[in-house]
Each structure stands twice: as structure tokens, then as C-alpha cells.
């Protein structure tokens, strides 16, 4: 019991530190105690997985201090990240509650100190509490600093846009960094197990790096928790226009500021290289010479209707793939498209499939309105090069590409599950 009892106290004071970073939107307990428990679960396999990583490569380079270190690199640290990643992935990271780009460090944290509970039952076991002190002060610690790193890839993905491997690679780039730290971490206590250095030294060396860790870690936190959407609410839009006699912006439903004539609502047209709204009729933006004519899709192997956002030099790059019969959209990392923009509200609008062969976006009730080809809809019926506009992020619906098949009239394409979703 008493064994227990040391190896949670410090996991759980570390947890309470970390949740209590989420200042605005804190995590459900319930949900903390989930990726908390499979954390420690996480151990079991990392334990077998470790076991024949190094029986492996112990055979391959003989029991040595070299064959130790590349086990940490190759092995220990890479597994151990991998299966708390996968505690997140698996529960936390699926659930509304994960709406925001700081849940990634606390849930990271939560499987990390998860999993570092169970080992800390392990090695207490085995070799007493007298180096309660240590785990709880680096180990511990560590532990869940170096889950950050996934854990901030983790919300960045979200917010990506969800075309072939890119949320991936984003993942995998976190998780490497992770494991790398945890290995060196690792190896620089092996180096003062060995006397490779005097303890002082490796001390002052591991507490170093655990400090810059922490620095960088607490940053970023800091930056997520100042732009946590449930802080800053929504920015309304000042509702500007040009004026359709002399051109000059002014506010919609007031008189021109310099002819006196009134504003009427602008036609939705801005220039895509100044933002600039446009009036009806020019073919040229008047404040920096861009053309305002439509310009072709950059050929693109999507399957499925997908937005676009236009490039200053009139190229477009994908935004989103709608490759599901309902995407909603908004701010918080609970929708399926993630618009990081103070204008858009937390749960915009969404977007769903038509049996007529097309999608149909349907405002939620947004703050700033969403806006089809300039004018404020609640629901539309969407056709291929429609500008879609949310709060002030703009994007371009494209239909099925020709170039590839296309699903039969009237049916959703080919990724896409006919079924409703809840």
C-alpha cells in the first residue's frame, strides 16, 4: 500500500499542475481518469516491446554500453512515446472535450503521468523508496514534458488540412522529437550509472535540460491558453464596404465618408491578393491591380469536393476535403475543419451531402454569418468555384474533379459513407 501510495503522489501533483494550465475550459475528470488509466496500461506493452528490442540488439551488439545507448535511441524511446501517443490517440483525442490547441499538453501529460505511475510501482518495488525523490522530481516530470511535444503535434493536426499524409507526418515529426529527448535523457543517467561522469556533473547536465524543456514547454502553454478560443470569444466584423460611387471603404448601411452617398451590402467580392472588398463590375482590384477574374484549380488528386483557398498570385492550395456526409466547422479543435480565426465562431456552420450530388453548407447560428458568393445565408445549396466565406476566412467550393471517376448522380463520393452521422 505504501508502495502505491508513492508512486501516485507524485503523478498525481504533477497532473494537478498541468490541468491547471487549461485556465479557461479545464478537462472533464471523468476524461482525465480514462487517458490517466490507459496510460498506465501503456506500460504493458512498452514493457514487451522493450524486452525484444533489447534482446535483439543485445544479441546483435553484445551486452555494452554502446549496445545500451542505441537500445534507448532505437527502442525505449520511441516505444514508450509510441504507446502513450497511442493512449491519447485511442480515447482523448476522439472526444469533443479535445477543442482547443492546449488539451494536447494536458492529455499528453495526463498518459504520460499515467504510465509513469505504473513504472514508478515497478521500480519502487524493486529498489525501494529511496528513489522516491529522484522519479518524482525528474522522472516523473519528464515524462510528461516530453509528451508535450506529441501532444502540441496532436492539436496542430487537427488543424491541418486532412489531405494524404500531412496530419500524419505531423504526428510522427512530434513523436520523434519526443522520443529523442527521452532517450537522451535516459542515456545521461546511464552515463553517471556507468561513472562515465562524476553524478554532480550529470545531475546539473539532466536538471539543465529539464528546465529548458520545461521553459519551452511552459511557453508554448502560456501562448495556446492567451489564444484559447473559449477566452476570446468572437471578433464581430465591422461590416465594411466600398462605396458604389467613389470606391472609398466605409461602413455598410452609413454614408460614404468622403461623397456622402449610402453604403449598400458590398457583392462579396475581395481582391485575393489585398483583401480588399470590391463593387460589382471591375474586373481588376482598384487598390493593387490584381485580377479579380476567376482562375482554374491547380489540378489536384481529390476524389471528393474539397475547398480551396486562393494564393496572392492566384494559385490555390486544398483548405479541406469534405470526404464525410456532415463536416462542421468552426474554431475549436471539436470540428472536423478547423478555422484558426477570430471572426469564425467556436461551431460555425457544416457542411452536408445533398442526394441531388452536392453539398449544402448550413450556418449555426455564427456570430459573423457565412456567406455564399457575397450574400449571408443560412443554408445553400453549393455549386462548383462558389466562394464560401466564414466570418472573413474565404475559400472556394470545388466539385468533383473531372479527371478522375465520379461516384453516380446523385450519390456521395467515394470515400463517403451514405449513412448519417449523430
Not at 471578433?235 to 449610402?262: D, E, K, Q, S
Not at 450530388?357 to 455549386?383: C, H, K
Request: charged content about 20%; proline content about 7%; hydrophobic content about 45%.
Amino acid at each position: 500500500m505504501e508502495t502505491l501510495a508513492l508512486s501516485l503522489i507524485p503523478c498525481v501533483l504533477w497532473l494537478l499542475w498541468f490541468w491547471f494550465q487549461d485556465w479557461y475550459d479545464r478537462e472533464p475528470p471523468r476524461t482525465i481518469l480514462v487517458t490517466f488509466a490507459l496510460g498506465a496500461l501503456a506500460t504493458l506493452p512498452a514493457m514487451l516491446f522493450n524486452a525484444v528490442g533489447a534482446l535483439v540488439l543485445s544479441g546483435l551488439l553484445g551486452a555494452n554500453l554502446v549496445s545500451e545507448w542505441v537500445i534507448l535511441f532505437l527502442v525505449v524511446g520511441p516505444v514508450e512515446e509510441a504507446m502513450k501517443l497511442w493512449a491519447v490517440a485511442r480515447y482523448a483525442y476522439r472526444r469533443p472535450e479535445f477543442d482547443e490547441p492546449v488539451d494536447g499538453v494536458v492529455y499528453g501529460a495526463t498518459a504520460a503521468l499515467g504510465f509513469a505511475a505504473a513504472e514508478n510501482v515497478l521500480y519502487l518495488s524493486r529498489f525501494g523508496s529511496e528513489i522516491f525523490i529522484v522519479r518524482g522530481i525528474l522522472s516523473n516530470p519528464g515524462h510528461a514534458l516530453f509528451a508535450a511535444f506529441w501532444g502540441l503535434a496532436l492539436s496542430r493536426a487537427k488543424m491541418l488540412p486532412n489531405v494524404g499524409s500531412l496530419r500524419a507526418r505531423t504526428i510522427a515529426r512530434g513523436w520523434m522529437l519526443a522520443a529523442l529527448l527521452h532517450a537522451l535523457f535516459d542515456a545521461l543517467l546511464s552515463a553517471g550509472q556507468h561513472r562515465l561522469l562524476p553524478n554532480v556533473v550529470v545531475m546539473g547536465i539532466v536538471a539543465g535540460l529539464m528546465l529548458a524543456i520545461f521553459v519551452y514547454v511552459e511557453i508554448r502553454t502560456v501562448r495556446h491558453v492567451v489564444r484559447s478560443p473559449h477566452r476570446q470569444g468572437t471578433m464581430v466584423l465591422a461590416g465594411l464596404a466600398p462605396c458604389p460611387n467613389c470606391g472609398r471603404v466605409g461602413t455598410v448601411g452609413h454614408a460614404c465618408p468622403a461623397c456622402g452617398v449610402g453604403i449598400p451590402e458590398a457583392d462579396g467580392r475581395h481582391c485575393p491578393a489585398c483583401g480588399r472588398p470590391q463593387r460589382g463590375g471591375v474586373t481588376i482590384c482598384l487598390e493593387c491591380g490584381a485580377s479579380l477574374s476567376p482562375q482554374p484549380s491547380t489540378p489536384l488528386r481529390v476524389r471528393e469536393p474539397h475547398l480551396v483557398r486562393r494564393l496572392p498570385d492566384g494559385r490555390e492550395e486544398i483548405a479541406f476535403v469534405l470526404d464525410r456526409p456532415v463536416v462542421t466547422v468552426g474554431k475549436t479543435l471539436d470540428n472536423h475543419f478547423v478555422i484558426d480565426d477570430p471572426t469564425v465562431s467556436k461551431h460555425h456552420a457544416k457542411f452536408v451531402w445533398h442526394p441531388s450530388g452536392g453539398f449544402v453548407v448550413v450556418d449555426l447560428g455564427s456570430t459573423n454569418g457565412t456567406y455564399v458568393n457575397g450574400q449571408r445565408v443560412r443554408e445553400n445549396l453549393l455549386r462548383n468555384g462558389f466562394e464560401i466565406r466564414f466570418g472573413r476566412a474565404r475559400f472556394i467550393y470545388r466539385a468533383l474533379e473531372r479527371s478522375v471517376p465520379l461516384a453516380e448522380e446523385g450519390s456521395p463520393p467515394s470515400r463517403l459513407d451514405p449513412r448519417p452521422t449523430p
